[in-house]
């Protein structure tokens, strides 16, 4: 069981709560999405807290998570897109933290499970929808119709189009689930070859250096995947954003 | 929603797959699926996603975002009042720097319009003073001169009669005669002549 890859994905019961036949239990899964955000909710609010003019160094490091994700919303989506910072925020803030919880030995990776991903990616998705047509009108249907194409190609364009924008939240939740996943699982069975390479004697200690090297590689490479697929979604979403404020613009 | 159908289908049809692969170590866990693909833990997962996220959302646009970005406006504000000051005090520095160089300038000018002006009267009465010693000495000149003129006509009218007295006494040495005043006077006159 030590050595099963799957076994860190799986979902326990702390408290069982059924409700009309389905299961609303308080899992594992929800505990660390408890303390992802309990932990980065009290993060923000503690070092934000002083309000330094000269920011100590835990307020500076908030204060950069702010004007990082405000920069990446302002620079693709304008000024008008920053009616949706404390959402981008959230969503940046909440995948980062939960990707990183995710590195620490024996803690659940929420973001490794594709329900979870496909949740945020279907509310970017319904954000922009929604507020695409509410602000727009029809005239967001123009996002599907780029300017400057021959009438010949138009219908085929504007399938193109429709099929892409549709297939957004697929490749944005398949994106965070696949990195995590597979980063997981490559990292247990490396892992899990340095123990049963061990047991081998003597010529397995010495070789399972190797395994215990890439171990080594693959969680460095870990935390930046973790850092980085939390930049993508969030950066993914911004642009998602503009298509909803500039639907001719692109 | 329209992933969610399409994956509860593909999971379907994954679902024999994942079963035999994961199934040997999956012992003592309720269903034998690959986990991510279980739909039995999805209303649980979505429910507590949706408390949290919905929960740290607002928690973040109520509470946390207006202080730091109120911070950092109040920040951004004060440099930028910082800098109009001290703007602002570097000219008041340049007009001051302005005005005394003005004044140095000024007091330089008139510095040297009073030294020229000394200069210039110090020239003219040295100039009048010599003039008037020059004149003065041209005067007792000329007096001298006068003087030496009328002594030496003086003397000259004299040189007659002492030529006669002496001519008469020379006469009477050598020869022991006398000899008439008159004749005397008139060789004394035709000698000088």
Redesign the interface.
């Known amino acids: 069981?030590a050595n099963?890859p799957?076994?860190q994905?799986?979902?326990s019961k702390w408290i069982p709560?059924e409700v009309g036949g389905?299961?609303?239990?308080?899992?594992n899964?929800?505990g660390f999405?408890?303390a992802?955000?309990v932990a980065?909710?009290a993060f923000?609010?503690v070092t934000?807290?002083s309000?330094?003019?000269v920011?100590s160094r835990l307020?500076s490091i908030?204060?950069i998570a702010?004007?990082f994700v405000a920069s990446m919303l302002r620079d693709s989506a304008g000024s008008q897109g920053m009616r949706f910072?404390?959402?981008v925020?959230?969503l940046f803030?909440?995948i980062l933290i939960a990707n990183l919880f995710g590195m620490f030995p024996y803690f659940f990776t929420?973001t490794?499970?594709?329900?979870?991903t496909?949740?945020?990616?279907?509310a970017v998705f319904l954000i922009v929808v929604i507020y695409g047509f509410w602000k727009n009108g029809f005239g967001f249907l123009k996002l599907f119709v780029p300017s400057g194409v021959p009438v010949v190609l138009l219908p085929l364009v504007v399938a193109i189009e429709v099929i892409s924008f549709?297939a957004r939240?697929?490749s944005l939740?398949v994106r965070l689930?696949a990195n995590m996943?597979a980063g997981h699982i490559t990292l247990k069975v490396f892992a899990g070859f340095i123990v049963s390479l061990s047991s081998l004697g003597f010529v397995g200690v010495v070789g399972s250096v190797l395994p215990l090297a890439m171990t080594v590689g693959l969680t460095a490479l870990e935390f930046l995947v973790a850092f980085l697929q939390a930049y993508v979604f969030a950066m993914l979403t911004c642009m998602y954003i503009n298509d909803a404020i500039h639907p001719g613009g692109h | 929603m329209f992933v969610t159908p399409a994956f509860a289908a593909s999971e379907q049809t994954t679902h024999g797959e994942t079963h035999t692969e994961t199934g040997v170590a999956d012992d003592g866990h309720g269903s034998g699926l690959f986990p991510p693909f279980d739909s039995s833990n999805y209303p649980s997962q979505l429910l507590w996603l949706a408390i949290t996220f919905g929960l740290f959302y607002l928690f973040l646009k109520r509470m946390v975002l207006p202080r730091i970005g109120g911070t950092l406006e109040f920040r951004r504000d004060r440099i930028a009042q910082d800098l109009d000051q001290a703007a602002h005090m570097k000219e008041e520095a340049d007009a001051a720097v302005a005005a005394y160089e003005q004044e140095l300038a000024e007091a330089r000018a008139k510095a040297n319009e009073i030294a020229q002006a000394a200069r210039d009267e110090a020239k003219s009465q040295a100039d009048a003073e010599r003039s008037e010693v020059e004149r003065e000495l041209d005067k007792k000149l000329a007096d001298a001169e006068t003087r030496i003129a009328s002594i030496k006509e003086k003397a000259m009218k004299q040189v007659g009669s002492i030529a006669e007295d002496t001519a008469e006494t020379i006469v009477k040495k050598l020869v022991g005669g006398r000899i008439a005043k008159s004749e005397i006077a008139a060789a004394v006159k035709a000698a000088a002549a």
């Open positions: 069981m099963d799957i076994h994905f799986q979902i709560i389905l299961d609303f239990s308080f899992t899964s929800a999405m408890v992802t955000v980065t909710g923000l609010f934000s807290s309000r330094g003019l920011p307020q908030s204060e702010y004007e910072f404390p959402f925020f959230a803030m909440f929420v490794s499970h594709l329900i979870v496909v949740a945020l990616a279907m549709l939240p697929i939740s689930f996943l």
